[in-house]
Nanobody, 120 residues
C-alpha cells in the first residue's frame, strides 16, 4: 500500500500564503507524477497543479501565476506554494500520486485531503 499524507492547510486571510506538503510512503518502486486537486462544496474536483519526474508542470487556469508546485524526489514529497490566496481557493486539497509498484503495475493514490479556507 501507498499512503499519501497532506499537511499545511489551514485558515488564512485573502492575499495570504500557505504551503502544502504531501509525503508518500509505503510500498512502491517509483512515483511517476504527483499533483494537487481540490474540491469545494458543490463543485467538481479539479486539477490544481501537477508535476512529473522530469519536472514538467501543469497548472489549472485559476491558479496559474499564483501557485507553484515543486517536488523533492529524494523525499517522495510534493509541495504546493499558494500565494495571493482568494476566497475562491477555499476547498479541500487532495494529493495525488501515480506510482509504479514493485511488480511493475501503475496505480493512482489519493491522500485524505487537507482543508484550505481563505477568508475575505
Amino acid at each position: 500500500q501507498v499512503q499519501l499524507v497532506e499537511s499545511g492547510g489551514g485558515l488564512v486571510q485573502a492575499g495570504g500564503s500557505l504551503r502544502l506538503s504531501c509525503a508518500a510512503s509505503g510500498s512502491f518502486f517509483s512515483i511517476n507524477a504527483m499533483g494537487w486537486y481540490r474540491q469545494a462544496p458543490g463543485k467538481q474536483r479539479e486539477l490544481v497543479a501537477g508535476i512529473i519526474s522530469g519536472g514538467i508542470t501543469k497548472y489549472g487556469d485559476s491558479v496559474k501565476g499564483r501557485f507553484t508546485i515543486s517536488r523533492d524526489n529524494a523525499k517522495n514529497t510534493v509541495y504546493l506554494q499558494m500565494n495571493s490566496l482568494k476566497p475562491e481557493d477555499t476547498a479541500v486539497y487532495y494529493c495525488n500520486a501515480d506510482c509504479t509498484s514493485r511488480y511493475g503495475g501503475r496505480y493512482d493514490y489519493w491522500g485524505q485531503g487537507t482543508q484550505v479556507t481563505v477568508s475575505s
